[in-house]
């Protein structure tokens, strides 16, 4: 996840989030990277962006952003998130200790982990801290670009709900049990991580969102980049 700073950060020069546009002789498609989780009362794109939008004739996003589909995709997180085996029987004595550390000072009782598979606890901890610090998943800029889009804009998607909770669920153990460690080790460096992300989004720093997104995802958990990267990239061109 990624998140974009706060508003009072922005500024009219700065704030230049990346564009990209494919032509050919008879259509034109406008690609536009967003963050999911930030904090209310930003904009959404500079000029440029928005003038994409008001000429397009379908938008698409990663997914339905409709109540039915996020509906469905709260379903499928019980229903491929849990487990009847407790993450402290997954965990050794002093990786449960340190999660039970984060858990308290998250405020989150340890028993409402205990039950999760590994990605999604890993999920859980990263998410938290930033809603906690006033970021919020309904000022995501997709959401914006949904809400700021002409009623007669056809609505597309690449995935489905079960698709998108299906690359984490689907994780082997051993990557998931990576993810939930970092989450763990990595929790109080995540704020400061992810504002240098957001910057860099915001300014459409394009070689630091390589580094923090592309280069180190890839080193740090090189099958969940497989999947969230590489093959995504590969089904969304074919579509």
């Known amino acids: 996840a990624a998140c974009a700073s706060a508003p009072q950060a922005q500024s009219e020069q700065a704030f230049a989030p990346a564009l990209f546009v494919a032509r050919d002789d008879d259509s034109v498609m406008y690609l536009y990277g967003t963050v999911h989780i930030r904090r209310p009362g930003g904009d959404w794109g500079a000029a440029n962006a928005k003038a994409a939008l008001a000429e397009s004739q379908e ?3 990663e997914m339905d952003l409709g109540p039915q589909a996020q ?9 491929l998130g849990l487990s009847s085996e407790p993450l402290s029987a997954r965990l050794t004595p002093e990786e449960y200790a340190a999660l039970e550390a984060l858990a308290q000072q998250l405020g989150v009782p340890v028993r409402q982990l205990e039950p999760m598979k590994p990605w999604l606890a890993a999920l859980t901890l990263s998410v938290l801290p930033m809603m906690q610090a006033g970021y919020d998943p309904n000022a995501g800029i997709d959401r914006a670009v949904d809400r700021a889009a002409p009623a007669h804009v056809r609505r597309r998607s690449f995935e489905t709900a079960e698709q998108q909770i299906g690359f984490f669920a689907n994780l082997s153990e051993q990557a998931q049990m990576q993810f939930l460690r970092e989450a763990i080790n990595e929790a109080e460096q995540g704020a400061a991580a992810l504002e240098a992300l957001s910057i860099a989004w915001e300014r459409g720093d394009l070689e630091t969102l390589e580094r923090l997104v592309i280069e180190q995802f890839r080193a ?20």
């Open 71 to 79: 509906a469905q995709a709260q379903a499928l997180v019980l229903e």
């Open 220 to 239: 740090e958990a090189p099958e969940a980049y497989e999947v969230i990267f590489t093959r995504r990239n590969r089904d969304w061109l074919e579509t």
């Open 59 to 61: 938008l698409w996003t």
